[in-house]
């Protein structure tokens, strides 16, 4: 794959096929960073993006043993229906990677969507608390990106983005969207590491917008992974990257 810094984090641009596979040996190196961590804790995110790596993985048997039989799985937003609903980010992950995995239940943790959302979103963080450890999120977080540019679930004009009150997590209540569960900029800050799968060429004027145009994450609420560029990583396709790589 090719590989272009910017001040987001690392872009590494190839296929679709190089990008699922990049984003399993990507994790397998994070876990691989300190082998001796009792967990290991993955959130993934909602999307077609998604729905197809869950697919690919099982088709290709990506995940190797030793990580699946270290991780708990997470999801970085949720949206606030049952995880029955084929709308559910974590619901999906379930019918799509972890079943057909035999991913025992007491390693697969969704957002509680049976009591308000304000509660929903504290006892996540409660309950994440023994697998993360002290200041920290996930050691993987997978992120997507919408065509207005938002991630998780940070939309434009969201209040997180100018103040999360140093929450890691929180309940939303997006107009038109309905209540979202999300991670926060200070939890994307807490992760280990944070990968943003951008497919296809209906990505290609956001992620254009995010990695050139002027900083103003209120609006482009990607760009505020800015703030963690370090620990950020692109997986881009080349429909994707083609208006970024024009300049």
Known sequence: MKELSSSYGRVFIGSKEDCFRT????AEGQRGRNPLAKHFTWALTGGSTPKEWYQWCVAKDALSPGLLAATHWFVSDERY???????SNFGNADRLLFKPLGIPADKRHPWSTNVPPAMAALEFGRMGAPWFGRNRTFDVCFLGMGDDCHTASLFPGSPLLRDDGGQYFAAIDVPGKGWRLTITPSGLKAAGLVVVLALGAGKAEALHRVLTGPFDP????????KTCAQNVVWLVDEPAAAKFLEG
């Open 81 to 87: 229906v049952r995880i029955d609903s084929h709308e």
């Open 218 to 225: 209120a609006n482009v609420p990607s760009q505020i992974l």
């Open 23 to 26: 984003a399993v040996f990507l």
